[in-house]
């Protein structure tokens, strides 16, 4: 049943608008048509429009590139069982699974002994290391991250969270010298922040770490989109991904790293193709090593292939300009917000680190849920609000603001397939409700902020 509770009006009083100055048009990278986004259609607004969806939640999500959804149509076809299956195409279907597990492996620069092992998401891909740790291992996490680096570890020691890159490597080589080397030890830090954007030192984490014998996780969710990741060149044991935040959504994502826990741990889940052998005795299992030890049940294919497709396309000649690409976007995207009277950023370090197109912030006096559901309605513009599944941070970040806000704040994240013109967008409309509030009314309906009478739904 549907709950509505008026809970913000247009709000004359706020804070005027500092307009900022056109800003030089970006660099284009070469362009490459598998690395082009699938375009949306447009999207209705309240006052009977459709306008282009300016899609600022790639952090969450991304759209799938050329490369992802072409995989899935040529394959489809061909779509058959693998790994037991006899026939022709059974093979075939083997054979781009088992490359999609090699593409993958190349866009990560992994070692020759890593395993490659397909997951859902890079929730799945942290519960899974999680039960595959040696008896007695201690994590090391920071306050910081994403709720899937925090719940899947059983009494993880919880850093506090770091005011910069070097209180960073600081604080895990304080816990590292108290942990010593009698038990195993796995750091798991993200790469970049899904609230801030903010890039970890993982390289120097890496080297710390390896000083006193422990393992790195490598909380890739927020970075692979963004910066190339060489598990090789940065030192890192393990790393998790998620293809749908990688211009893949079509399930799979990936734990890739050493294989000697993976292969002695109990596998993930218990089932046909992970064994090597059941006996008549329900204890008389001998299970496979490998990746197979950990992909009981039929595999999706589909989603390798889309995700071993974008990371083929994604390879190494690409990501120069694509992360200038980002960076113009990026730094556009802040200036035009720091413009903006009564917009306050979120951040966990100092102005000038290091950082993906992804920015946190609040605008003072206007509720973020409201806030988000103006731009969707009256702008066409998609971000994300709340505590980004990563509640003590951004509490924290909320905390440290000092605006006058409600608890939750506003995400706005790039990707391949933002524009300029998108971003002048969002900085417009953001400055237009700070200083003039919403244009209509806003009610929670159904836990989520929209107009009141929203004729959308008609359109
Ligand atoms: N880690 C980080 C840094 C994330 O941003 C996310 C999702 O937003 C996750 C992990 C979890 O990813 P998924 O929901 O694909 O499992």
Same mark, same amino acid.
């Given at each position: 049943m549907s709950t509505s509770t008026l809970i913000n009006r247009p709000n004359p009083t706020l804070p005027v608008v500092r307009r900022e100055a056109a800003l030089a048009p970006l660099r284009r990278p070469r362009r490459d048509r598998r690395l082009e986004v699938i375009e949306a259609?447009?999207?209705?607004?309240?006052?009977g429009r459709r306008v282009r969806y300016a899609n600022f939640d790639y952090a969450a999500s991304a759209p799938a590139v050329r490369a992802a959804a072409d995989a899935v149509a040529e394959l489809l076809p061909r779509y058959t069982a693998v790994h037991r299956g006899a026939g022709w195409l059974s093979r075939e279907c083997t054979r781009s699974y088992e490359r999609a597990r090699a593409q993958v492996a190349r866009f990560l620069g992994c070692r020759p002994?890593?395993?490659?092992?397909? $997951? %859902?998401?890079?929730?799945?891909?942290?519960?899974?290391? @999680?039960?595959? +740790? =040696?008896?007695? $291992? %201690?994590?090391?996490?920071?306050?910081?991250?994403?709720? @899937?680096?925090? +719940? =899947?570890?059983?009494?993880p020691i919880r850093l506090?969270?770091?005011?910069?890159? @070097?209180?960073?490597?600081?604080?895990?080589?304080?816990?590292?010298?108290?942990?010593?080397?009698?038990?195993?030890?796995?750091?798991?830090?993200?790469?970049a922040s899904n609230v801030t954007g903010e890039l970890f030192p993982v390289a120097e984490i890496c080297v710390a770490a390896r000083r006193f014998g422990a393992r790195v996780l490598l909380d890739a969710a927020q970075l692979a989109p963004h910066r190339p990741v060489d598990i090789a060149a940065l030192g890192v044991d393990y790393v998790a991904f998620s293809g749908h935040k990688l211009y893949a959504p079509f399930g799979a994502g990936v734990l890739a790293g050493r294989g000697d826990w993976l292969d002695a741990a109990a596998p993930h889940l218990s089932g046909g193709g992970a064994t090597a052998e059941v006996g008549d005795a329900t204890c008389d299992i001998a299970w496979k090593r490998g990746p197979a030890r950990h992909e009981a049940g039929s595999p999706n294919v589909l989603g390798a292939v889309a995700l071993g497709a974008v990371c083929e396309a994604l390879n190494g000649e690409v990501w120069e300009a694509l992360v200038a690409r980002e960076e113009a976007l990026?730094?556009?995207?802040?200036r035009g917000l720091a413009g903006i009277d009564g917009v306050a950023r979120l951040r966990l370090f100092s102005p000038g680190a290091a950082s993906v197109g992804t920015v946190a912030f609040v605008i003072e006096g206007l509720n973020s849920g409201v806030a988000a559901a103006a731009l969707s309605a009256e702008y066409g513009i998609g971000v994300r609000d709340g505590l980004f599944c990563a509640h003590p941070l951004t509490r924290r970040l909320l905390l440290d603001s000092r605006a006058n806000v409600d608890g939750q704040a506003l995400r706005a994240s790039v990707g391949l397939g933002t524009t300029t013109a998108d971003v002048d967008r969002l900085v417009e409309a953001v400055a237009r409700l700070a200083a003039d509030g919403p244009a209509v009314e806003y009610a929670v309906v159904d836990g989520r902020h929209a107009p009141v009478d929203d004729p959308r739904e008609s359109y």
């Open positions: 259609p447009d999207v209705p607004l309240v006052d002994d890593d395993h490659v092992v397909f $997951t %859902r998401h890079t929730t799945e891909s942290m519960n899974l290391l @999680a039960g595959a +740790l =040696p008896e007695g $291992t %201690r994590v090391v996490v920071f306050d910081s991250e994403h709720h @899937a680096n925090l +719940l =899947p570890w059983r009494e506090p969270i770091p005011d910069s890159p @070097a209180t960073a490597v600081r604080s895990i080589v304080a816990a590292l010298e108290v942990l010593g080397r009698d038990k195993p030890v796995l750091v798991a830090i993200t790469g990026r730094e556009r995207l802040a």
